[in-house]
């Protein structure tokens, strides 16, 4: 996942990657680290605005996130980040995004759906997007937002039902994972789950008892996969 799928690089991302995950974004845009001696000074102006970059100069925080992608306090040891502009066959997207999802990094899934949308044809950008979309939907859950995890499992059903033949000539059912998106979804808004949102539109996240177990939930990719 050499978008978000194909925005790694903040805004050069997908709508997908934009409406998905855009508070992770948000957050290496604003909270790039700086050096030690990057203090306000009286005039309230930094000396030190330097950001991080990855290894081919692209703009990326190092600031660490654990499992499902939350940004984690700097100095702490968190879940490696998939490297960016991977390109893999389709059936190495799978079995490598099925991989992170049984071990509970859907967040981590997401990127790698991202870089196979990002490099792949134009004809297949729905099936990857919407696979994409579906594991952000599963981090959004498990995070504890389950309004906005249900709303995007939704959106991403939606678009597969338009890659249903290219899904089946890389051997998975794109029918069976948008009727599990729709299912879950629908669990996670008819019961205690639903958190809504606040006064000012932002979601509330649920409770650590109202939230999902991404292990637990997570879709088989592929047909007849144990």
């Not at 940004?71 to 991989?99: F, H, K, W």
Request: glycine fraction near 12%; proline fraction near 8%.
């Amino acid at each position: 996942m050499n978008r978000t799928p194909g925005d790694r690089t903040d805004d050069r991302r997908s709508d997908a990657g934009r409406d998905d995950l855009g508070e992770d974004r948000r957050d290496d845009r604003r909270d790039g680290p700086r050096s030690p001696d990057a203090r306000p000074s009286s005039t309230g102006v930094d000396h030190d605005r330097r950001r991080d970059r990855d290894a081919a100069g692209r703009a990326r925080s190092a600031r660490p996130r654990d499992g499902l992608g939350r940004p984690l306090p700097y100095g702490t040891e968190g879940v490696p980040r998939q490297p960016e502009g991977v390109v893999r066959a389709p059936s190495e997207t799978l079995r490598e995004a099925q991989r992170l999802l049984d071990a509970g990094m859907p967040f981590h899934a997401h990127e790698v759906f991202e870089d196979a949308w990002k490099s792949g044809p134009e004809d297949e950008r729905d099936l990857w997007q919407g696979l994409a979309q579906l594991a952000v939907g599963l981090t959004h859950a498990a995070r504890g937002n389950t309004a906005g995890g249900a709303r995007l499992l939704r959106r991403g059903a939606a678009r597969l039902a338009d890659a249903t033949p290219r899904a089946g000539a890389y051997g998975f059912d794109a029918d069976g994972l948008a009727a599990w998106a729709r299912e879950l979804a629908a669990r996670m808004t008819t019961g205690p789950r639903e958190k809504g949102r606040s006064s000012d539109g932002d979601p509330v996240a649920g409770d650590p008892a109202d939230q999902v177990d991404p292990v637990v939930e997570a879709p088989r990719l592929r047909r007849n996969t144990v």
